[in-house]
């Protein structure tokens, strides 16, 4: 009886485990497989395969992974401040950060985007948006800096940003918060939105050669919340397409009031012909402010310029720039297939995913198949540009990307998933779990003509219970998923810094033959350049004090200074004389209250330090650079304000009294 | 002292060391695909290609040529006081932060009389070749034990180190 007793108990148990197991929704134990750590494996000392460049968030920067193995390469600093690398703080990269609100130090950074040629990603630069102030940036991955910024006028929150055509003839950025233009007056009721508000989107060239960016026009339009955008390509090269939110124009609470509408739109932008309008002389000329910064890697300098005019299309009284299609439930994600034929539009209150077709889109503007006009713009009728919906994906679609083999995939904010389905006969295919709540997704050439579809990678917005707690904030994280088989499989999860939006990846041989190693001292141009210790100096000009100094392992020439006095603003000018990759200096001194210096091979760059009192100010590299890096300081010393110690400076040779003696 | 030391054991045990180094390397490199220097300068090496040996196994190390891209080199007798110039204005930028024209040593050794403990081939590899060389000369490694700093690859051309040279015999007092 006791035996009989026992083994019954034990029976429950083991009914109660496997009840429990099986009640369990699917967590990291059943989702991952066993090959998944092999496939994700990058032995030490071995390259990536791909670079991977999602975006910051709020932290403002761009970071680089190398991928399959999620390894942290580098926090590239594009719109915040970046005291590690004195980003911001030299005087020589303070004016990339110059707006025409002054120096904005931080910035919200969503999207990235490669550049292209016919489509395909040429490995040259890489455009980031920063949304709060708006701006479009420009980085070079010969150097992985931020070689050019532009501010966008008329324009806040700048969103729909930074996306390319095929050709990366134009970037654009697109206005999420609608605000009067900047040469209206915008001390207006606020509840006047749909007088007064108007949204903008800039369209900005970038030089063949060279990159250079450059408003080349705007289009202005309808007060609404444009949100993301895609170029056409292949057969819709010359089209742009925008989605667009709060059609119905509202100005507070919009979580609810700007939901209130079955469908919002699609604007579909035909940029050929906004540039035959420009040529043809249809723009308005608009006075502006905005800032146009540049980074030159001769002189190590950036110069600001503030610029005062922008020519503006009028999406009203030129109709057959824009068109809007119709798409349900506030649309996000907003993306075109690699052939450029369909346009899948992500309502993320919706239960579906609405697939456009670019012939029949063409064919309804032909036949004028219109729903009437949304403030002065024709309204294609919604079935007559729809190629077909998928139906039941999950739950909030928000951003799609392509494999090239005739099939999407979707990320789904509320339900958690990535889901794969057919372009053709819009069937899902397969769906995995993400954790948690993603946003946007990323496979390498995943929004470009030729995908290289071996990874997907999905961004989460929330971790929750997938790291070491931390405090009240959690990492942020990416999952990468192997989809080169007929199922997506999840192989691994990394943190990743600020909140990451959009991302690009690329094959990892595009770009890294390509890297700049160090800057030739010979080409340097920076006017306080020391080329050579033979040309340091300290030169005062009243109470501003130039160093022009020089490092080399291990030691700073000057590194004795003595003669500088109370209230003296001394600019250290360092000049690092290595020749050779990866021996970059850094430069420190007490009470800086800036940032360091970081300063490449061949580089000039320049701290400001105000001498607040007298006495003794160490300064030292701060970047470890050989057996005797420890050596590699010196000393400044600050005398009264009426101070007569006369100004010096030396290396090696300001001996002790007694020790010059004894050697004569 | 130490140096004299190593070199004085060298001397005496110099054909087994030889071979015994010969072994070491071969060992090293297999055992590490190519890998570290052990000091403060990081490898380089292709991660893409582990298989690929570096020239740090050849037996055929020849101490008076050094290793690099020259093997002859002609010297005139007399001095191109034009090349020597070219010379004397890169030493200004890349050399003079470390090396003084006197015997005496700052972060590495003094210049004079550079050019008669050395022959031509010797020093245009070294300043071409700097990793390299330190890590199997002799000479070099001799040297990196008095200065503890690794010389920097100061990525000179082949013209600025021939330049370079001619400054040197100049300072050594050719005509």
Known sequence: MKYLKQLLSILLLMLAVTIFNSCKPKNAGSAVSADAASKAYVPPGKYDEFYNFVSGGFSGQMSVYGLPSGRLLRVIPIFSVDPEKGYGYSEETKPMLNTSHGFVPWDDQHHTELSQTNGEIDGRWIFANANNTPRVARVDLTTFRTTEIIELPNSAGNHSSPFITENTEYVVAGTRFSVPPDDANGDVAINTYKQNFKGYLSFISVGKEDGKMDIAFQIKCPGVNFDLSHAGKGKSHGWFFFSCYNTEQANTL?????????????????WKKAEEYLKAGKGRKQTVKYAHNVYDEKSHTATSEIRTEVTVLDSKELKDICYMIPCPKSPHGCDVDPTGEYIVGSGKLAALIPVFSFTKMQKAIADKAYDGEYEGIPVIKYEAALHGEVKKPGLGPLHTEFDGKGNAYTTFFVSSEVVKWSIADLKVL?????????????????????????????????????????????????????????????????????????????????????????????????????????????????????????????????????????GDEVYFHVTNLEQDWDVPHGFAIKGANTGELLIMPGETQTLKWIAEKPGMFPFYCTDFCSALHQEMSGYLRVSPAGSTVPLTFSTGTNMPKADSAAKK | MLSNLAASIKKQKHSFMKKLAVILFLGAFIASCGGGAGS?????????????????????????????????????????????????????????SCHKLSAEKLVGPGWLGV??????????????????MITKDPKAQAQLEICLVRMPNQNLSDDEARSLYEFMRKNDGVK
């Open chain 1, 430 to 566: 397969d769906r995995v779990p993400t954790y948690y709540s993603v946003g946007h997704l990323c496979i390498p050439g995943g929004d470009s003509k030729k995908p290289n579809a071996k990874y997907l990678i999905a961004y989460n917005k929330i971790t929750k219970d997938r790291y070491l707690p931390t405090g009240p904030e959690l990492a942020q994280s990416a999952q990468l998923y192997d989809i080169s088989g007929e199922k997506m499989q999840l192989i691994l999860d990394f943190p990743t810094i600020g909140e990451p939006h959009y991302a690009q990846a690329v094959a990892a041989d595009l770009i890294r033959n390509k890297s700049v190693k160090f800057f030739k001292i010979e080409e340097n141009t920076n006017p306080f350049v020391s080329k050579g210790e033979g040309t340091t100096k300290v030169v005062r000009a009243g109470n501003k004090v130039d160093v022009y100094m020089t490092c080399i392992r291990s030691h700073f020439s000057p590194d004795n200074i003595e003669g500088i006095k109370a």
């Open chain 2, 115 to 132: 050019t008669s403990r050395h022959t031509p081939e010797w020093i245009m590899n070294f300043v071409t070749n700097t990793d390299a």
């Open chain 2, 40 to 96: 403060d300068t990081k490898a380089i090496t292709d991660p893409y290609d582990a298989t690929k040996k570096t020239d740090g196994g050849n037996p055929s190390y020849d101490p008076k040529r050094g290793e690099g891209k020259f093997s002859k080199v002609n010297i005139p007798a007399a001095l191109d006081a034009t090349m020597a110039g070219n010379g004397e204005k890169t030493f200004g930028v890349k050399c003079s």
């Open chain 1, 254 to 270: 919009l979580e609810v009031n700007a939901s209130q509408r079955d469908k919002d739109f699609i604007m579909a932008v035909n």
